[in-house]
């Protein structure tokens, strides 16, 4: 059982953590998870919060990940989506696909979204984050505030772009907007503070209130219960 200490790191974790705050309900569940582009600790990240969970990775490259990293995956697709194919990833096989900031470094992003839509289960979940156009009109920073801070930026997508290509795959989409989330705001100070200690940079500090981020969840559309 969990300690009241455990309790509430996790509480907090869910609550910062935005690509994990929407399934919290299916934590402790077997759940499959697909995670488009898993650098920056995302393995060990997501087996922490979802720890029955099937884990599943597609990124081209090694990017800032740890030995703890690779023992968590249960399979890696080394993949360019780009340039490779997905056919070797099975179709309605997964629960929560995750496409966080991922969309963005990609020409062909329209595309590979129809195919990797194709990999939620019937029920199941996507969340998709990417730069929101007003991105644009944001200074920059270290650690990316405005679009072209990341020379990797080469496409920026519209949501309705996004949106349609989930429909046309037998999505109900559950939202469209801007990301705010409330608690990284409020607790605003206090992360700058924490990542200027540790030399981290803090442009992503400002994205909450800044309004840097857009993200879509959608649920496949369960047929079978209309059969």
């Known amino acids: 059982?969990?300690?009241?200490?455990?309790?509430?790191?996790?509480?907090?974790?869910f609550a910062l953590i935005e690509k994990f705050k929407y399934f919290r309900?299916?934590?402790?569940?077997?759940?499959?998870?697909?995670?488009?582009?898993?650098?920056?600790?995302?393995?060990?990240?997501?087996?922490?919060?979802?720890?029955l969970c099937e884990y599943h990775c597609i990124d081209k490259e090694f990017y800032n990940l740890a030995d703890e990293d690779f023992k968590v995956m249960d399979k890696f697709f080394n993949k360019d989506l780009e340039k490779d194919l997905l056919e070797d990833i099975q179709d309605?096989?997964?629960?929560?696909?995750?496409?966080?900031?991922?969309?963005?470094?990609?020409?062909?992003?329209l595309e590979v979204l129809d195919k990797i839509s194709q990999k939620v289960k019937s029920g199941g979940y996507i969340y998709i984050e990417f730069p929101d156009i007003n991105s644009f009109n944001l200074p920059s920073m270290k650690g990316t505030l405005h679009f072209?801070?990341?020379?990797?930026?080469?496409?920026?997508?519209a949501p309705h772009e996004?949106?349609?290509i989930l429909l046309d795959?037998?999505?109900?989409i559950i939202f469209s907007r801007t990301r705010r989330n409330m608690y990284r705001i409020?607790?605003?100070?206090f992360l700058i503070t924490y990542h200027y200690i540790r030399q981290v940079p803090i442009a992503g500090d400002f994205w909450d209130i800044t309004g840097f981020a857009y993200q879509i969840l959608a649920q496949k559309k369960d047929r079978e219960k209309y059969c």
């Open 1 to 13: 059982m969990e300690s009241v200490k455990q309790r509430l790191k996790s509480i907090l974790g």
């Open 25 to 51: 309900h299916l934590r402790n569940k077997p759940v499959k998870i697909l995670d488009v582009g898993c650098g920056n600790r995302s393995p060990s990240k997501t087996k922490k919060f979802f720890p």
């Open 92 to 109: 309605n096989y997964y629960d929560i696909v995750i496409m966080s900031h991922v969309i963005e470094h990609i020409k062909n992003g």
């Open 148 to 157: 072209c801070d990341d020379e990797t930026h080469i496409r920026c997508y």
């Open 162 to 164: 996004i949106i349609n």
């Open 169 to 172: 795959n037998d999505f109900k």
């Open 186 to 189: 409020l607790l605003m100070p």
